[in-house]
């Protein structure tokens, strides 16, 4: 399991908080977390054992359902509708 980067976590929180006081979407439908977890799932950066991204560490059951949140190769489909 690889510890998060502290930075990256904290402006990934701090995206978070700029959407929520925006009044954007911070969490995005179950459709798409749907999508963002099949496309994971097939990709060779996922950490298997512990179900984290190893280009950004995060954890995925989670991050697939910020609505702030990319992936870091762009694989993830553009809406986060
Ligand atoms: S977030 Fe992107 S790079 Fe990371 S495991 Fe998912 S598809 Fe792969």
Known sequence: MQIPNPFEAAVELGRVL??????????VSKDTAKLRTKVCS?????????NQCMECSCWLPLAVHVATKKCP???WPVTNA
């Open 42 to 50: 097939l990709c060779p950066r996922r950490d298997t054992g512990s």
């Open 73 to 75: 190769l762009g694989k």
């Open 18 to 27: 700029a959407a929520a006081a925006n009044g954007d979407r911070i969490i």
